[in-house]
């Protein structure tokens, strides 16, 4: 019997998982892993701790290069080998390597391509994509050869000035960033308020704490535009001013990057990410899909929904890894998950936010407070902010903290009472630990079990 030949296509986070998990699930196994990049097996979350210099060196976030994962692992890896198509009746795919294309058979094929960035409807970008030139200092920040590029532009700029557009996760991480680059920082968001995917009083809070770090906020920005000379960006022009810019950060966002699996006929969501079964299979049942290109099953919607995130992709790539090799394991629903630092204030969020509730059920609740997240008296002692989404019944739908580094915590209950069905009331009835250098007297969380039942 010839060995089992599984492909992997995409080598970050949930590709380099499946082209383990497979190889060490089947060692008789042919397991190759394409990049289309440089690297493999990078962190990604750890990108602006890299540019603010937190953390020394780039080198420091990629985990393995081609040799030693194949050492390791197991697994043939290729880098800088872009897959150009996929036969599925031929169970071939075609990349191109050294400037040569080439074909690569397949038992299984795992696609885990990821995502790009959303290029923002901004008539001067658009007009140069169209014209086939790509500007050189609009910049997306989602891999290891974003960041080199970015710090390129940090080190040989002129006005020490960076524009950036968009104010969720990445946005509000680079505010931090770059002010301890010394940038003067110009943060566009198109919404009404800043940080627009979470809770109202989140925005607000966000929006007080980068104006107290001299940051200029302009929302509502539907009219503004830049101009450019010699394929860069040089001046932003909004609001009536007239900024000269060193340069542009694109962080509006991410959408699956899937065009060989579109053009191959493979089935996607209303987002464009790959549709899988609980197996992670696609709509063939010898490709499997894992990582920013797919949809989960939201927990609490039960219903498809689009949540690029490291932790769920490596999850994914695991599972993927096992099935290929005639595994039997299952991707189980989401719960969204996932917390923020910028500045001293953390955010940590889980589950549904206000405006995602009130889509998929009536009559939804909330309760708030503000806390101190230690006893008064200890250093440290500051305050947080704390609301919890919750159902008629009571089953919690969603939370948002704000405070120190306790709101992970915080959020990491939440998320275990949602997937166990505890009702927010219940909240109160929990034994919480305390000691005066690590926690409240009474916890946030008891506070607003007690409000929810009143």
């Known amino acids: 019997m010839n060995p089992r030949k599984i492909v992997v296509v995409g080598g970050n986070a949930a590709g380099a998982a499946a082209a383990a998990k497979a190889a060490r699930t089947d060692p008789s196994a042919t397991v190759t892993l394409l990049e289309a990049g440089n690297f493999i097996s990078t962190g990604t979350c750890e990108l602006p701790y890299v540019l603010s210099g937190e953390i020394s060196d780039y080198k420091k976030i990629v985990f393995f290069d081609e040799e030693s994962f194949r050492i390791q692992k197991g697994v043939k890896v290729l880098t800088n080998s872009p897959v150009i198509s996929l036969n599925r009746r031929k169970k071939e795919i075609t990349f191109v390597r050294e400037q040569k294309e080439e074909i690569l058979g397949y038992d299984k094929l795992i696609l885990s391509t990821g995502a790009k960035s959303r290029i923002p409807d901004i008539p001067e970008i658009i007009a140069e994509t169209d014209e086939g030139r790509e500007l050189q200092n609009f910049l997306p920040f989602k891999t ?103 340069f542009v950060v694109n962080a509006t966002g991410f959408i699956p990057q899937n065009r060989i699996a579109l053009e191959a006929g493979l089935e996607t969501g209303e987002s464009g990410a790959l549709r899988v079964n609980s197996k992670l299979q696609t709509s063939d049942p010898n490709i499997y ?66 405006e995602t509730a009130k889509k998929h059920f009536r009559n939804i609740k909330s309760v708030q407070t503000t806390h101190r997240n230690l006893v008064p008296v200890m250093p440290g002692s500051r305050g947080q902010w704390g609301k919890i989404i919750y159902a008629e019944n009571g089953n919690i739908l969603g939370a948002s903290f704000i405070g120190g580094k306790e709101v992970s915590g915080l959020a990491d209950i939440v998320s275990t009472a949602i997937r166990f069905s505890i009702p927010v009331t219940k909240l109160d009835e929990t034994d919480y630990n305390y000691t005066p250098a690590l926690s409240p007297f009474i916890n946030i969380l008891s506070i607003l079990g007690r409000k929810a039942k009143s």
Request: glycine share 8%.
């Open 144 to 246: 290891v050869s974003n960041l080199l590029r970015v710090q390129e532009e940090v080190y040989s700029a002129k006005h020490k000035r960076v524009c950036i557009i968009g104010s969720g996760f990445i946005g509000l991480e680079l505010c931090e960033a770059f002010k301890k680059l010394n940038f003067e920082i110009m943060l566009i968001e198109i919404m009404d308020q800043i940080f627009p995917s979470g809770e109202t009083e989140a925005g607000k809070i966000f929006n007080e704490l980068l104006r107290e770090m001299n940051i200029r906020i302009f929302t509502n920005a539907s009219k503004y535009k830049f101009r450019i000379k010699d394929s860069r960006i040089t001046n932003l022009i909004i609001d009536g001013y007239d900024f000269e810019v060193d």
């Open 289 to 354: 899909a894992a990582g920013d290109n797919t949809e989960n099953i939201n927990l609490i919607t039960r219903r498809p929904f689009y949540f690029p995130l490291a932790t769920i992709a490596q999850k994914e790539g695991h599972i993927a890894g096992e099935n290929a090799t005639g595994g039997n394991n299952f991707m189980r629903p989401v719960i969204p998950a996932i917390t923020l630092k910028c500045f001293d204030h953390y955010l940590g969020t889980v589950g549904l936010n206000t």
